[in-house]
């Protein structure tokens, strides 16, 4: 594109004294120059001109005479003359800060509208609607307060920790009224979503370009630090990573751009810990990043740099003024929501996996970390359940770990080399389980000195990670592993690796005991997950142990179905009591029953949701079961639409003479979904079928707990359980209490001594009733004893709950005592006849 002479004369007008280093940057010889100064002496301006004119007619046509002229001018420091240019010749040029904004923008339309959906794969992707806000939290500053207590191996340590306030995601962050630093340091462990949170940063950018980041900026500069292997300038980096391989824009310009919008500027640098040092340390470029992130350059711009904890210190030492943010993962809402919004396809499948999350508590702990969930969901949608043994579970999660950060190895070595660094940092994770003075979680660095390699590459994966704390006068380098579970993981590859020699491995064992085996829960069930020997040997040692029986019958249990070994049941005790509270339970009891013959005067209590049913239908046929005492299933409704036939289908399967032992409770708790028409006619049906039936109803309205108790009159209800819902003054509209109950209970209902007249007017003297539970209401001691009165004619009493009433506890008793002798406390305000 030409320029006309107009134009040529308009800079030559504004040039001045530069006009030979323009014309050296164009191409003119120096013969040329001083020819243009003879052939018209004294008149810089002509001379300007003719140079120009002389420069333009050694141009082939076809060349663009008018970006050559620009970058010419650029170069030279003129970019003044170029934005006159661009608005005299009114086209929109390559030599704007919008330009550039537009191209970075264009950049950001390609790279900044997905996240990965997968750990390893990076062609697997989804759509940026799936970021969920992350849970962050930032440092108070100058305010350190003394308050962490851990166990090191040289005693009890009080580490110095900030106080923190918690941040409302992205918003927060980029608020300047909650977050006023303009520097920011985002730290967090592996998978924690540092990097994402970038992303979805430099996406905002692309709907609020010219104002991005609540209008307070410019221009948004998105860099990946583990990208900069060569130098660390982020010059460079932005032509690597950010500008089209084609552009016409020059580093010169560029800076010229970055420096006249410094305070507009923002930069956000991604995973500090991946750039290599030597490359950090390099003394070359323009805008290092050592020079940004300790503020000897573009000190008014804004930045945001991620890195895993142990490069924190390093940021700090060279300048202080940064917010220290932490990147804490989901919250167990958001959490929930990201399950939701990954299994969106099939809504039951997302609930059936919370639901299995917020069963299991060290699985809903570690689910904070955003990659783990990931891998949750891509297990569960796969299997449409997690794998029955959780050391597969957990040798994924380190797979996937380990392969994120080494792609291009194969299989073998992969396994290989992730189980030597698994093996040395094992070794330091058992003793601080073991340790006898007490668990520990926290590491001195130099307990690794064995393996500091092992430290080095479990550090790099993401297994492992390190901080600086100061302890008194103390600097301390403190190692954790990104998860309790993990280290109890990677501390039993290590003792299951042991068994080379089976002393060494029984001397370890023996420091498991009474005291701490249910501690050792993990631990254990990884070893036999890994070894068939070592669950032998681990379920012999428990089966000597003394203590509470019913928890390490549980134990041994999760142990036997961890091994995946039938022969090894008969090391099991047999159990007088079976408590399942967890979906895990239920998996190793129907393991347990098959492999064991008939468990004759067995008492058993069940927790059981619908994605348990079929558990459930396999443990009741199994002729294991067929000598039960009682068994007692605790039915809890879901809270997306359910239809208790399903629980009626899986109870028909069941033969009748063991419907007939069932006693089950639904309970329909405050976030249940129901539908009253539906229950109650289930209900009347099941009471056809099973031996005792009740209902559960946890903080509902009242209008729903009256229109279902409606429902069900008629309905032959053994126990009925009103929990949290306000009853004051409406006792009576409950009152639906047939023959058959003999259980009921009103905890937390807001009753209070008036409503004492109503109560014993709806259990009429003579009432078969068994128990009767009033806890968390408040009764004076005259309220108290009218009702213990009234109690005296209900011939069958044998259970009564007061605890927690407002009254002294020795009042109540001398109460009870008085009027219900045959009642004992068992403990305070719960009496119980025997
Ligand atoms: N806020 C989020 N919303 C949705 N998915 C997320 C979010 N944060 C993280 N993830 C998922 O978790 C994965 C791991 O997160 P990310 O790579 O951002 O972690 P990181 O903290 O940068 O880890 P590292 O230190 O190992 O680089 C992401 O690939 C993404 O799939």
Redesign the pocket.
């Known amino acids: 594109m030409g320029i006309t002479e107009p134009v040529l004369r308009k800079i030559s007008q504004r040039l001045g004294a530069e006009w030979r280093k323009l014309a050296t940057h164009l191409g003119l010889s120096a013969a040329e120059i001083e020819r243009i100064v003879i052939d018209d002496p004294g008149q810089t301006e002509n001379q300007i001109f003719n140079m120009l004119v002389k420069w333009r007619r050694q141009q082939s046509t076809s060349a663009d005479q008018r970006d050559m002229l620009c970058t010419a001018l650029i170069e030279i420091g003129r970019r003044d003359i170029v934005e006159d240019l661009i608005e005299i010749t009114g086209l929109q040029g390559p030599y704007t800060f919008a330009y550039l904004r537009q191209q970075i923008i264009d950049n950001y339309k390609q790279t900044a509208t997905t996240?990965?959906?997968?750990?390893v794969l990076e062609t697997r992707n989804?759509d940026i609607e799936?970021?969920?806000?992350?849970f962050l939290r930032k440092n108070i500053p100058g305010k350190t307060k003394s308050d962490r207590f851990v166990t090191l191996r040289e005693g009890e340590r009080l580490l110095d920790a900030n106080q923190t306030i918690t941040l409302n995601s992205l918003d927060d962050l980029l608020n300047p009224e909650v977050v006023k630093e303009i520097k920011i340091l985002l730290s967090?462990?592996?998978?924690?979503?540092?990097?994402?949170?970038?992303?979805?940063v430099a996406n905002s950018c692309i709907t609020l370009s010219s104002k991005p980041l609540l209008g307070r900026f410019d221009l948004v500069l998105w860099i990946k630090l583990r990208q900069m292997q060569q130098s660390s300038c982020v010059l460079d980096a932005i032509f690597d990573q950010l500008l089209a391989r084609n552009t016409k824009l020059t580093k010169h310009i560029v800076k010229g751009f970055i420096d006249d919008h410094e305070s507009g500027i923002v930069l956000l640098l991604?995973?500090l810990?991946?750039i290599p040092s030597h490359v950090l340390q390099s003394e070359e470029g323009v805008y290092r990043v050592q020079d940004i992130l300790h503020n000897r350059v573009l000190t008014k711009s804004f930045v945001l740099v991620?890195?895993?904890p142990h490069m924190t210190q390093y940021v700090l030492r060279g300048h202080q003024k940064y917010a220290v943010v932490e990147?804490c993962?989901?919250t167990p809402q958001?959490r929930d929501q990201?399950i939701r919004?990954n299994l969106s396809d099939d809504a039951d499948m997302g609930e059936a996996l919370i639901s299995y999350l917020n069963d299991n508590t060290n699985l809903r702990d570690i689910s904070a970390?955003?990659?783990i969930?990931?891998m949750l969901c891509l297990v569960w949608k796969n299997q449409k359940s997690l794998p029955e043994r959780i050391t597969e579970l957990y040798t994924e999660f380190a797979l996937a770990?380990f392969k994120?950060?080494n792609k291009d190895m194969n299989d073998d070595q992969v396994m290989s080399d992730m189980m030597s660094i698994i093996d040395g940092l094992g070794r330091v994770a058992l003793q601080g389980l073991l340790d006898s003075r007490g668990e520990r979680l926290m590491f001195d660095k130099n307990e690794f000195q064995d393996c500091q390699s092992c430290l080095d590459e479990g550090c790099r994966v993401?297994f492992v990670q390190y901080e600086t704390y100061t302890s008194g006068l103390d600097v301390k380098m403190l190692v954790t592993f990104i998860h309790k579970t993990i280290q109890e993981y990677f501390a039993a590859c290590h003792l299951v690796k042991l068994l080379d020699d089976e002393n060494n491995f029984r001397h370890q064992l023996k420091q498991i005991g009474e005291r701490n085996v249910l501690a050792m829960e993990y631990l254990l069930r990884f070893c036999c997950g890994r070894s068939m020997q070592a669950a032998g040997l681990i379920l012999d040692h428990i089966q000597e142990m003394q203590g509470d029986e019913m928890k390490l019958q549980r134990l041994a249990r999760l142990l036997l179905i961890e091994s995946g070994s039938e022969e090894l049941a008969t090391k099991l005790v047999r159990p007088t009591v079976v408590d399942c509270k967890s979906n895990e339970d239920l998996k190793s009891l129907s393991y347990y029953l098959h492999v064991t013959p008939s468990l004759e005067g067995t008492d058993f209590f069940m927790h059981v949701r619908k994605q348990e049913l079929t558990l459930l239908r396999g443990i009741l046929v199994s002729d294991s079961m067929k000598s039960a005492k009682h068994i007692n299933v605790d039915y809890y409704l879901s809270e997306q639409k359910e239809e208790l036939s399903l629980l009626e289908e899986t109870l028909y399967v069941v033969d009748e003479q063991r419907r007939a032992q069932l006693q089950m409770v639904v309970r329909i708790e405050a976030k249940s979904w129901f539908d009253v028409g539906r229950v109650s006619h289930s209900f009347f049906r099941m009471q056809e079928q099973i031996g005792r039936l009740g209902l559960y109803m946890h903080q509902r309205s009242l209008d729903e707990v009256v229109d279902l108790l409606k429902a069900l009159e008629g309905c032959r209800l053994d126990w009925h359980i009103l929990y949290d819902t306000d009853l004051h003054a409406r006792v009576r509209n409950v009152s639906h209490i047939s023959s058959s109950l003999t259980g009921l209970g009103l905890p937390a209902c807001r009753l209070v001594d008036d409503d004492v007249e109503d109560l014993i007017s709806i259990i009429p003297t003579g009432h078969g009733l068994l128990g009767l539970a009033l806890d968390g209401n408040a009764f004076s001691l005259d309220a108290v004893r009218a009702l213990t009165q009234h109690l005296q004619g209900l011939p069958k009493l044998r259970l009564l709950k007061l605890s927690n009433i407002g009254l002294d506890a020795e009042l109540i008793r001398q109460v009870v005592s008085q009027d219900l002798p045959h009642l004992k406390e068992t403990e305070e305000g719960y009496f119980k006849a025997y």
């Open positions: 996240i990965p959906a997968h750990p989804v799936f970021f969920i806000p992350l967090g462990g592996a998978g924690t979503g540092k990097s994402t949170l970038l992303v979805k991604d995973g810990d991946e991620t890195t895993r990147a993962g989901f958001d990201y919004l970390l955003p990659i969930s990931q770990l994120r950060c993401g």
